[in-house]
C-alpha cells in the first residue's frame, strides 16, 4: 500500500495530539487538567436540543440540500443583518459540517499551486495546513505580544507579492484572543482594497465571545465587500462543538463553487443539527450571553494569574476563551531535573511535573508563547493555575 504524498504536507494538529496525551494519562490514572483544546464546558442550551428532537420526529431524517436547507440559509441571512449589519441573499451562504470544512472549501476552491497566503502568526493550527494540502505557500506575518498579536497595514503590504491569492485571519483570534478594532480593520481594509485579485478569509467563529464591545467584521467595509469570505458557526457560541455545523458567507461566484465542491466530499451538513441551528440564531440568546459572562470571569482570572507568574509574559486578551502567554524567558532555565531549550520543552515540563496539558506556542506560528484553553470551570482553572505557577517558580 503506497499512501498519497499530500500526506506529507501536513502533520497531526499539536491541539489534537495534546488532548489524546492527555487521555491517556488520565487513563493510567494520572490527576491531568487538560487546557490543551478550545470546546466550552457547558451544555448545548436546552431549547435547541428540544428542536433537534422534535427535527426527528418530524421527519427531518432525510439527505438535506448540499448548500444547507432554505430556512437555515435565510436565518443565516437575518443573523448577518441583525448582527453584524451584513447584507446577504442565501445565494451568497453555504452551510457546512463545521466552520474548518467551510475554511477548507475555501482554499482548495480558490488556491492553486504555487499561490501565496498572507497569514498573521500567531493562527490556528489549520490555516497553514490548508494552504499547504491546497499546495499554496504560506506567508506569514509575525505579530509579537508587544503589538497584542496583531499585524499593521504596514506589514500587510510589505507581505503582498504578484502571488499573493488569499489572507486568512481570525478576530476574535485563536490562539490569541486578539480582536481587531474597527479602525484597525478600517486600516487593513485600506491596503486590501488596491489589491481586489486577493481574497480576506474572515474566521469569525468566537464573534460572541467578545469582552471588549460589538463585534466587527472586515466584511463590513464596501470598498473590499466582494472580496471578503466571512466563516461562522455554531460550535463557540451556542456550545454545539459535537454538532459540526458551520457556514460561509460568500459572494456568489465562490459560493457556486463551494457548493460544487461540497457535493462531492460531504454533501450536505448533518438535517437534524441544521433544524437545531434555526433555532439558535432565531431563538433565545441569554445562555450565549451568559457563557460569555463566564467565559469573561475565568479570564479575567486566568490572566491575572499568569501575569503574577515571574518570567510570564501576558497581553489582555479581548475575546476567545485562550491565554497566549510568552514563556520565552524561561528557555535555558532548569530545576534541576529538567532544562527548558524551547516551547515544546516548556509544555512538556508543564505536563510532566505538574500534570496541565497545554499547546506549545510554535504549532501557532509563535514559538515564544504556549496557548492553554480557560473553556472549564473555575476551580479546575484555580487548582492548573496553582500547580503552573508552582512549576515555574522551580526553574532557575
Known sequence: MQLAHRLDLISEPQTIRMAKLSRELKVKGLDVIDLSLGE???????????????????????????????????????????????????????????????????????????????????????????????????VFIDAPIEADFKISPQQLEAAITSKTRMFIFSSPCNPSGTVYTRDELAALAEVFARYPEITVLSDEIYEHINYGGKHESIAQFDSIREQVVVVNGFSKGYAMTGWRLGYMAAPKMLAQACDKFQAQFTSGANSIAQRAAITALNGDQQPTHDMTKAFRQRRDFVIGALGSMPGVKINDPKGAFYAFPNISEFFGKSDGKTTIQNDEDFAMYLLHTANITTVNGGAFGNARCIRLSFATDMETLRKAMERMGEAVGRLS
Request: charged share 20%; aromatic share 8%; glycine share 6%.
Open 40 to 138: 466550552p464546558d457547558f451544555r448545548t442550551p436546552q431549547h435547541i436540543c428540544d428542536a433537534a428532537t422534535e427535527a426527528m420526529q418530524q421527519g427531518f431524517t432525510k439527505y438535506p440540500p448540499v448548500a444547507g436547507f432554505p430556512e437555515l440559509r435565510q436565518a443565516i441571512c437575518d443573523k448577518l443583518l441583525r448582527e453584524n449589519g451584513l447584507h446577504y441573499q442565501p445565494e451568497n451562504i453555504i452551510v457546512s459540517t463545521g466552520a474548518k470544512q467551510a475554511l477548507a472549501n475555501v482554499v482548495l476552491c480558490e488556491v492553486n499551486p504555487g499561490d501565496e497566503v498572507i497569514i498573521p502568526a500567531p493562527y490556528w493550527v489549520t490555516y497553514a495546513a490548508l494552504v499547504q494540502l491546497a499546495e499554496g505557500r504560506p
